[in-house]
């Protein structure tokens, strides 16, 4: 007796002929109607409840109704259709798509013309036997018991969209192979399924197997061995997965896994560059026009390879953990981004390296997978047709906001340098960069505009957190990355009044630090845009509007809160003690000092600096804190000597104010710009900050002095100080203000270390 075959098998299960009847009519092919009718009741049904595509960036919900998790949370590279089945597809087009395809056609209908004679003749017999299955039920039984086999010739094509796998036939037969191939390729693997019967099916991948396939392949140039050895890339990416035991090949040898890595990752592009008769272009960033093999003959045969190699390395991606094979892949990709088949299989391989590129581990090697990947993103961007740099823009800012959600000392660095990665992404194409930019801007100006209109304790909270912040810090430095003019300028302004609402939405102590970050970001706008956006204002405000940095409070040896850490102080006690209050009077001095610097050449300086002169003069007969009266005397000698400079340079101007068309006229020649002046002050903090963490001494065991006997003790040496004339202390403070931030190291003794207080609550909850 004959070897039933699976189709056959399948068949029966499913109850043959009769069972296949009652589900609708059939056609005169032989094929059910059920299917079409569906979709003929479906259409009407679905095309009212149709949404909006994404056009651009924007999803089928309004920006301004979605809360920011969702909108982060928009999965704008997600595919509707299983990786697993495409891999299984693409599996199955190369095996079929070998080079006998042609003999294999000719054998299919050769057969189908034995059975029913001519094309008429074969549809005669499916009506003849649909008719009898509806006269004579009793009889079209006993043929399904009896003889199945010419039943299922009939309705082997019941059903569309049917997996084609299951239909292979098991018979010996069947798995016949090329001449030419016949000493090096393999017998055709089985289709394993998730039976228990098939898991025998699959073939082990030994040493000399994959020696044979690999000579083959790559010294021969047989497109059936590189086929193959595809399928076993595929099988090797699907080791440790759910469906492992899906794949065609098991590999039970490390050495072996290692080994097809090794060779299908370092060979496969040089003989598919020869089978397409490319050009390899000098530069790895540079694009290859798909014109220039997609009309080579070979090219609907290498088409699925190369989908199934991408699609594999993407799998391989995701899956490893070892550093060092991540590093291998990435590197050896470099020369295969360029061959991206198409649009889809480009975005799978996006996905992956974004997860690298934005993963939470820390490590040095982490850090190095971390780069790599993003070098293959930006060549993606670089090598890929447009529009494909809209998706790695979308992909890469999105990860970004995820991982910046929440921000410590670990994690400081890692949000650094994801965001240096999107400003050089978001510099390759301005326009794109400029439309991108203008719809996450929008985004964020909806949820402040939702804040001030709500004023409710959840809004308050989307706007006052590192997520939101982390988002405006990167689109200033975008917007101030800008070699030469260009449309992303025009986006500065609206960042300005987002930035300058979000300051003023609630001027509270506990908001300090994050309104002090955001003039940081104010500054740096408007030395890279060398335009006046004013900040002396706000700080001057903070200084003397709030009650809490006026108030005498007592010393503590405990360290100072560390502000590139904190958004917000705690509700009970913001400044706990004198140290932290000294903290932020430092930094509103650091800042109001880097303010006048950045507009010192101005012609309207004079004007400018009155205001802030006769505040600060103010402040000293208010304050008699020492150090802060350093701070304000200095910052106040500094706005003088810029303004007599100022005023007698202009006086040598022939021109009228309306002619003045540069902001920084009076800039000597040999003078830094406000941007070189901005980096060099940046600079010297990060010293003194490197400085000032590693002479950390250890707290006194001695008990906290009295503050009643420190200010009558102060109050005595300034009496002391201004009768003999020496000013001491505070002569050698103001020395150290008018030289910058930067000071020596014999100034910094005593000084602790920066770092976040223990034992303080910083969260946002009440």
């Known amino acids: 007796m004959a070897k039933i075959k699976k189709a056959t098998r399948k068949f029966q299960a499913k109850g043959g002929a009769s069972a296949m009847l009652k589900k609708g009519t059939i056609t005169k092919k032989g094929k059910l109607k059920r299917r079409k009718e569906e979709d003929k009741t479906e259409k009407p049904k679905e095309e009212p409840k149709q949404e909006e595509k994404d056009e651009g960036m924007t999803t089928s919900k309004e920006l301004g109704e979605m809360d920011i998790d969702q909108f982060l949370n928009e999965d704008f590279l997600s595919d509707e259709d299983d990786d ?32 029913s004679g001519d094309e008429l003749d074969e549809e005669k017999f499916k009506l003849q036997l649909a008719s009898m299955a509806e006269k004579d039920p009793d009889f079209m039984k006993h043929l399904e018991e009896n003889d199945p086999s010419l039943l299922e010739s009939a309705f082997a094509e019941d059903e569309e969209g049917e997996e084609s796998e299951d239909e292979e036939d098991d018979d010996e037969d069947d798995d016949e192979d090329d001449e030419d191939d016949e000493s090096a390729a393999p017998a055709k693997p089985k289709a394993a399924t998730p039976t228990a019967e098939d898991t025998d099916s699959q073939t082990e991948l030994t040493l000399e197997l994959l020696t044979s396939l690999s000579k083959s392949a790559y010294k021969d140039n047989s497109i059936k061995s590189l086929k193959r050895l595809m399928t076993c890339y595929m099988s090797a990416s699907r080791m440790g997965d759910v469906d492992e035991t899906q794949a065609p090949y098991y590999i039970p040898s490390e050495k072996v896994y290692s080994e097809l890595l090794k060779t299908v990752l370092s060979k496969t592009v040089k003989v598919v560059a020869k089978h397409l008769k490319l050009e390899r272009p000098e530069s790895v960033d540079a694009p290859i026009p798909p014109k220039s093999y997609e ?25 490893q953990k070892s550093n060092e094979l991540l590093l291998t892949i990435l590197q050896s990709l470099k020369l295969y981004v360029q061959l991206t088949p198409d649009e889809k299989t480009g975005r799978t391989l996006l996905k992956s390296l974004v997860g ?87 985004a964020l100006a909806l949820h402040l505009r939702a804040a001030v209109t709500k004023k409710t304790k959840e809004a308050f909270k989307i706007i006052y957190c590192w997520q939101y912040f982390n988002s405006l810090k990167l689109w200033s430095a975008v917007a101030a990355n800008l070699s030469e003019p260009n449309e992303l300028r025009e986006l500065i302004y609206p960042l300005v ?42 700080l001057l405000d903070m200084l003397t509007g709030t009650k809490e940095l006026t108030k005498k409070l007592k010393g503590s040896t405990a360290p100072p809160p560390r502000l590139p850490l904190i958004l917000k102080l705690p509700k009970d006690q913001p400044l706990p003690n004198q140290p932290a209050q000294d903290v932020f009077v430092a ?10 610097d950045l507009y010192r050449y101005s012609v309207a300086y004079p004007e400018l600096s009155l205001r802030v002169t006769a505040r600060l003069r103010k402040f000293l007969k208010e304050t008699s804190n020492p150090k802060w009266r350093a701070y304000a005397k200095g910052c106040v000698e500094s706005c003088e000597s810029y303004a007599t400079f100022a005023a007698a340079a202009r006086a040598k101007l022939g021109e009228a104010p309306k002619d003045v068309k540069n902001l920084e006229r009076l800039k000597p020649f040999d003078s830094d710009d406000m941007g070189e002046r901005l980096a060099k002050a940046v600079g010297q903090e990060k010293r003194l900050e490197e400085i000032a963490q590693p002479r950390r001494k250890e707290a006194a065991p001695t008990t906290e002095p ?50 976040v207080q223990e034992g303080l609550d910083w969260s946002d909850e009440d």
């Not at 009309?295 to 799998?315: E, G, N």
């Not at 934005?358 to 930006?378: M, P």
């Not at 930094?587 to 006048?596: A, H, M, N, S, V």
Request: hydrophobic fraction near 35%; charge should be negative; proline fraction near 4%.
């Open 84 to 115: 697993d089945n495409e891999e299984d597809q693409l599996r199955k087009k190369m095996e079929k798509d070998d080079d006998d395809s042609e003999e294999e056609k000719s054998n299919s209908n050769s057969d189908s013309d034995s059975d």
């Open 295 to 319: 009309k080579s003959p070979s090219w609907p045969k290498i088409q699925p390879i190369l989908q199934s190699f991408f699609r594999s390395t993407a799998t391989l991606l995701k899956s």
């Open 356 to 442: 690298l590129w934005s993963s939470a581990n820390d490590g040095s090697d982490d850090n190095v997978v971390r780069l790599e990947a993003f070098l293959r993103i930006r060549q993606l961007a670089l090598t890929q047709p447009f529009p494909f740099i809209e998706d790695c823009l979308k992909s890469t800012y999105l990860a970004y906001a995820k991982f910046a959600k929440f921000t410590n000392e670990s994690t400081l660095p890692t949000i650094t340098f994801l965001g240096n990665c999107i400003v050089e992404l978001y510099s390759l194409d301005a326009d794109s960069a400029y439309q991108h930019a203008f719809i996450y801007i929008r």
């Open 497 to 538: 009044e987002l930035i300058l609402g979000v300051g003023r939405l609630m001027p509270t102590v506990r908001n300090l630090p994050i309104r002090l970050h955001l003039i940081r970001l104010l500054q740096q706008l408007a030395a890279s845009s060398e335009q006046f956006i004013p900040t002396s204002t706000l």
């Open 587 to 596: 930094e509103i001095f650091t800042l109001l000092g880097r303010d006048q």
């Open 706 to 755: 009295d503050s009643d006997d420190e200010e009558v003790e102060d109050n005595k040496k300034r009496k002391k100080g201004r009768k003999d004339g020496e000013k001491g202390k505070v002569k050698k403070q103001r020395l150290i203000l008018n030289q910058g931030v930067g000071a020596d190291e014999e100034d910094l003794d005593g000084m602790d270390e920066d770092v």
